[in-house]
């Protein structure tokens, strides 16, 4: 039930604030956006009409990015 509260509240959110995700060549389909909220990532697209949701899974194992603020990382990987 928490789940199902938590696609809610993000969808209500998007009908309002439809570009808040962030847009980027890495995602795994041309002209989705992207916005992570408490452990998942939805992606989405924007039509004339809808917001999509095409995928949600969990963030919590998504690898790095950018740099670590570990200070033994390793800038040379």
Not at 1 to 30: C, K, N, T, Y
């Amino acid at each position: 039930m928490r789940f199902l509260e938590q696609v809610r509240s993000v969808r209500r959110d998007l009908e309002q604030h439809s570009q808040a995700g962030f847009a980027s060549d890495d995602l795994p389909i041309p002209g989705l956006r992207r916005l992570i909220r408490d452990g998942y990532r939805f992606d989405y697209r924007l039509t004339e009409r809808f917001i999509e949701v095409a995928a949600i899974s969990s963030s919590v194992n998504t690898p790095l990015t950018g740099p670590s603020d570990d200070p033994d990382f390793d800038y040379e990987l």
